[in-house]
């Protein structure tokens, strides 16, 4: 099993959710997070004073699934998630030991 987390722009939460529905993706975890890479923000105008705004809005989803589906997964983010321009996100890919439904001691790839 593979846990995959994209960070992506909070805009393309619904085309990459559609995408994952489509691909075959039975659930997911969002979380709304701030951050920066290479952006490095950016500055805005409040009141006739400029700030630097550090950290910018994002929303990491978070998805377990069977190794079999790596390729088709990741390539639905991908695709539903690039605008081209900076900041359009990452996807990072961990093993996942063990998963364990709560409510029926489900264990492995039953428990997804």
Do not use: C, W
């Not at 995959?4 to 039975?26: R, T, W």
């Not at 952006?39 to 699934?65: C, M, N, S, W």
């Not at 996807?91 to 709560?102: P, S």
């Amino acid at each position: 099993m593979l846990k995959i987390e994209a960070i992506i722009k909070p805009f393309k939460l619904d085309d990459v959710k559609d995408a994952l529905q489509e691909s075959g993706v039975s659930g997911l975890a969002v979380t709304e997070i701030r951050g920066f890479g290479r952006q490095r923000g950016h500055t805005e105008l409040y009141r006739g004073a400029e700030y630097v705004v550090d950290f910018l809005p994002k929303i990491k989803i978070d998805i377990v699934i069977d190794d079999a589906m790596r390729d088709r997964v990741v390539e639905a983010i991908i695709q539903a998630a690039n605008t081209g321009k900076i900041g359009d996100g990452k996807i990072f890919i961990t093993r996942v030991e063990e998963a364990i439904r709560i409510r029926t001691g489900e264990r492995g790839v039953d428990a997804l």
